[in-house]
């Protein structure tokens, strides 16, 4: 179905819809633009399959790399849309979760300020990548210089080590990644470089020996093993293809007049941030979507991290990030919501967290108590899940709206209700839900089926609102 043009647009709002382009001071006002919310919300959904988004894909630099279970960049286009028709006030946006910066990208295109936060060194690179501005023909000859520089590079020393170098590339494959690994290290401007490590990143997924049909670390077949692509081609056609997205991004926000020659007029911060931490900033309006389970249930976005990591030089994301971060494939995963525990954070005891959720208590007492673990890991990730939604309401200014996009997993043939949970919990720190729309997902690589848990299919973009105080 085609799409309104709320998505790529403004929507156009009648005498009866409320604007809030000063705060609303009273509760009466506020449930006044909630009506509202709900009523562009009914309006937009021209069908039962809309939010599904079925016909549409991700564009623009969104495109860069292929990290799990990306956001629908339309689908949180139009729901930003929305609610800045209802708050034309909104200025500063914040993502927690950021992933690969979708909610960054589209919070570029409206020109607010934006703050993107992970836990995963790959998903910042990813976001830091969004952010870079120069000229696209200066980010061509740099990829041109790349590949060349990289062609002639006759050494057949392998730039990295790590174990399993040897199980997940061939030695031809080590010996280009590593020439084009050399060959970016000599571009002058981090930000170009940032820009060409997603694209080594990206050659990196497609030429290992790893699946590309799961996130997690499989073994290709020998038979596609033997046809993989070597890196320096695989990386010219996937560079200049990302310079093609990037200079339909840029011309896009050359449209939406954000840019003044290669600098955006709003503010930009990304960085690592744990988000079962208090983020410093103050935000008007928060857009995201945390996992939906440990990642070894769900998606495994450090695992999925790990092989392009080893190849990119981690000082160009973040100085502080050392290689204890890529230690092992599992490390990033476990030091993510639902992993093992890290100093400093105190899991909340099982019945004041189960109290708080009465989804929760009746969920995990539905659960089988063998295998042992099975309770205590659902318990886990709740107790991270409330950690960060208590940071995150700290950090939510009064009457701003938190849009999430969630899913439900399976665990042992049981629903986990994590639009609930989360729903119940954000109730104890002054947040309240407006809505809640399901949509189905077409196509999303999660876990596909394991002994733990089984696909996930549908979607629930909940809209919750934080009380004045």
């Not at 633009?33 to 564009?59: C, H, M, Q």
């Not at 960049?73 to 200025?91: C, F, G, K, T, Y």
């Not at 740099?142 to 174990?163: L, P």
């Not at 293809?241 to 339909?248: D, F, G, I, S």
Request: positive net charge; charged residues 25%.
């Amino acid at each position: 179905m085609s799409l309104p043009a709320a998505v790529y647009g403004s929507i156009a709002l009648t005498a009866t819809q409320p604007s809030l382009a000063r705060p609303a001071t009273d509760e009466q006002s506020l449930q006044k633009a909630d009506r509202g919310l709900r009523k562009l919300i009914a309006e937009a959904t021209g069908s039962p399959e809309y939010w599904s988004f079925a016909t549409v894909r991700n564009d623009y630099s969104h495109c860069y790399f292929r990290y799990p279970a990306m956001m629908v960049a339309e689908m949180q286009r139009h729901l930003i849309s929305i609610v800045l028709q209802l708050q034309p006030n909104v200025r500063t946006l914040g993502d927690p979760f950021a992933g690969s910066g979708t909610i960054l990208l589209e919070g570029m295109f409206r020109g607010l300020d934006i703050h993107a936060y992970d836990i995963n060194p790959l998903a910042i690179l990813l976001c830091k990548s969004k952010a870079v501005l120069c000229p696209a023909k200066e980010l061509g000859a740099a990829a041109s210089e790349v590949i060349a520089r990289a062609g002639k590079d006759r050494r057949v020393k392998i730039a990295v080590q790590f174990k399993g170098l040897r199980k997940w590339f061939s030695k031809r494959a080590a010996i280009e990644l590593s020439a084009l690994r050399r060959a970016i290290q000599e571009v002058e401007q981090l930000q170009v470089r940032r820009f060409l490590w997603v694209a080594l990143g990206e050659t990196v997924r497609q030429t290992s020996k790893s699946r590309t049909s799961t996130y997690k670390l499989h073994i290709r077949p020998k038979e596609e093993r033997s046809r993989l692509p070597l890196p320096i081609a695989k990386f010219t056609e996937v560079v200049r293809e990302n310079v093609k997205l990037y200079r339909r991004t840029r011309q896009k926000l050359v449209r939406s007049k954000v840019l003044r020659g290669c600098r955006y007029q709003g503010k930009i911060r990304v960085g690592m941030h744990d988000a079962r931490r208090r983020f410093a900033a103050q935000f008007d309006l928060v857009v995201t979507s945390p996992p939906y389970g440990d990642n070894q249930s769900t998606v495994p976005y450090g695992q999925s991290s790990f092989l392009p990591l080893q190849w990119i030089d981690l000082k160009d994301i973040e100085p502080q990030i050392s290689r204890n971060w890529i230690r092992t494939a599992y490390e990033i995963d476990n030091r993510s919501l639902g992993g093992q525990r890290q100093r400093g954070i105190l899991m909340r005891a099982e019945e004041e967290i189960m109290q708080a959720s009465p989804s929760l208590a009746r969920t995990v007492r539905a659960i089988p108590k063998k295998p042992i673990d099975r309770r205590r890991k659902i318990l886990r990730f709740a107790s991270d899940v409330d950690a960060s939604l208590k940071a995150i309401a700290g950090s939510a200014k009064e009457n701003a709206y938190l849009v999430f996009t969630l899913g439900n997993r399976r665990v042992a043939n049981k629903n986990i209700p994590l639009d609930a949970i989360v729903a119940e919990l954000f109730h104890h720190y002054g947040v309240k839900q407006v809505l809640s729309i399901e949509r189905k997902i077409p196509s999303k690589r999660m876990a596909t089926r394991n002994r733990i848990a089984s696909t996930i299919r549908k979607e629930q973009i909940a809209i919750f609102r934080k009380n004045i105080a």
